[in-house]
């Protein structure tokens, strides 16, 4: 997915570019895991924006 969505959800300090790759990656990992069966893509890339915009804020904010 390509349509601009994740620069839109990217969390602030982030490259936009990385993120993009990041959640690119991931939700090709979440497909590879259900053997890529059809009708998910959306729910894929979704979840993993969320999952890498969590890993980004804890990147961002590290615990103290």
Known sequence: MTDGNSQQNCPKGID??????M????????????NFAA?????????AEREIAKQCHY???PAE
């Open 59 to 61: 990147r961002i904010h």
């Open 39 to 47: 009708g998910y893509e959306q729910e894929d890339w979704f979840a």
């Open 16 to 21: 936009p570019d990385e993120f993009h790759q």
């Open 23 to 34: 959640v690119s990656m991931r939700a090709y990992c979440k497909a590879e895991a259900r």
